[in-house]
Nanobody
Framework: QVQLVESGGGLVQAGGSLRLSCAAS????????MGWFRQAPGKEREFVAS????????YYADSVKGRFTISRDNAENTMYLQMNSLKPEDTAVYYC??????????WGQGTQVTVSS
């Protein structure tokens, strides 16, 4: 069983930055690929970024490429999402997720990010 807890969300002006954290329980954190997703009001949940267990591979949605950076610290069982140059369209609830095999099987409760124009 894996438990994920996000933090770091908040209200920020357009152009600002936020750093989200995802703290994971369980001894298998370092062996799992992880990802960030987001869901805006009235929209479906969408992929934001992912990172392999070894941190050697990262992937980003086109909408955040060049502005967001995903990273992880396996020693601390924590994953991060550094978000720079935030836009109002980045407003959403952000979720972290952990993969089991090819599927994201474990999800956090989400943290709200609001970007004002």
């Amino acid at each position: 069983q894996v438990q994920l807890v996000e933090s770091g969300g908040g209200l920020v002006q357009a152009g600002g930055s936020l750093r989200l954290s995802c703290a994971a329980s369980g001894r298998t954190f370092s062996s799992r690929a992880m990802g960030w997703f987001r869901q805006a009001p009235g929209k479906e949940r969408e992929f934001v970024a992912s990172i392999s267990w070894s941190t050697s591979s990262t992937y980003y949605a086109d909408s955040v490429k060049g502005r967001f950076t995903i990273s992880r610290d396996n020693a601390e069982n924590t994953m991060y999402l550094q978000m720079n140059s935030l836009k109002p369209e980045d407003t959403a609830v952000y979720y972290c997720a952990s993969k089991v095999g090819v599927q994201y099987a474990y999800w956090g409760q989400g943290t709200q990010v609001t970007v004002s124009s």
